[in-house]
């Protein structure tokens, strides 16, 4: 059963702490995403990879960035994470789209990392 | 602009009710993929359906349908005799050929009361 993978499900961290969110994929998948959920915001794009060490920004990538050094692990690093940064977090992987594999172009997601700052 | 738009963001039904969700999409691009996504209480967003602008067929899976008419720039989603199982928050998105990026609505969260 192919899967992506976040580390943590729920962190509850301090003001100005640096936290690491990791997402890993064992879909051999060349796109990889990080969204933020919020209420009645919907997912927001904070970065993408579409491949090993390439990224872009979406979004809101302010106060965010991101490390992609092998294909299967994406991760996002809130450098000093501040309140407004709690939410919920979510990654998702995708084929390349100009791939005619199985689930071309359909975002595969991981559960989610519920990150609380205090 | 906002690409697509869930106009309701909560609905409750009763058990065995059945429910439209809606969702409108606005895009420049002549070739595009809409989607819809579940996520149920455990947080992960599970994949149901994709669609492409080519492909206008309406389609059922199960108890699911889904209407997609680009003259209106919608893809409802309908689920037929609803369990509480479909209680979730649900997604719409657009993909456009051009570009990476996936856009969401802010979703719909669907109450289904036993």
């Known amino acids: 059963d192919v899967k992506v993978t976040q580390s943590s499900r729920y962190l509850v961290k301090r003001t100005g702490e640096k936290v690491f969110l990791e997402c890993v994929q064992d879909m051999d998948h060349e796109n990889m995403f990080w969204y933020r959920q919020d209420p009645g915001l919907g997912l927001r794009l904070i970065y993408f990879?579409?491949?090993?060490?390439?990224?872009e920004k979406g979004d809101i990538p302010e106060g965010y960035s991101v490390s992609r050094e092998k294909k299967e692990r994406f991760s996002l690093i809130l450098e000093s994470a501040s309140t407004n940064q709690t939410s919920m977090y979510l990654c998702?992987?995708?084929?390349?789209?100009?791939?005619?594999?199985?689930?071309?172009?359909?975002?595969?997601f991981g559960a989610g990392s519920r990150l609380t700052v205090l | 602009a906002q690409k697509v738009t869930q106009a309701q963001t909560e609905i409750s039904v009763v058990e065995k009710e059945d429910v439209t969700l809606d969702c409108v999409y606005e895009t420049r691009d002549t070739t595009y993929y809409l989607f819809w996504y579940k996520q149920p209480p455990s947080g992960e967003l599970v994949f149901l359906i994709r669609?492409?602008?080519?492909?206008?067929q309406n389609e059922i899976s199960g108890r699911y349908s889904w209407n997609f008419q680009k003259s209106t720039s919608s893809f409802n989603f309908t689920i037929t005799a609803s369990q509480v199982v479909d209680s979730a928050v649900y997604f719409c998105a657009l993909s456009e050929n051009t570009g990476n990026q996936f856009y969401f609505g802010t979703g719909t969260s669907l109450t289904v009361i036993p």
């Open positions: 990879s579409y491949d090993v060490k390439m990224k």
């Open positions: 998702a992987s995708r084929p390349h789209p100009g791939q005619a594999k199985a689930g071309a172009n359909v975002l595969t």
């Open positions: 669609r492409n602008s080519f492909d206008e």
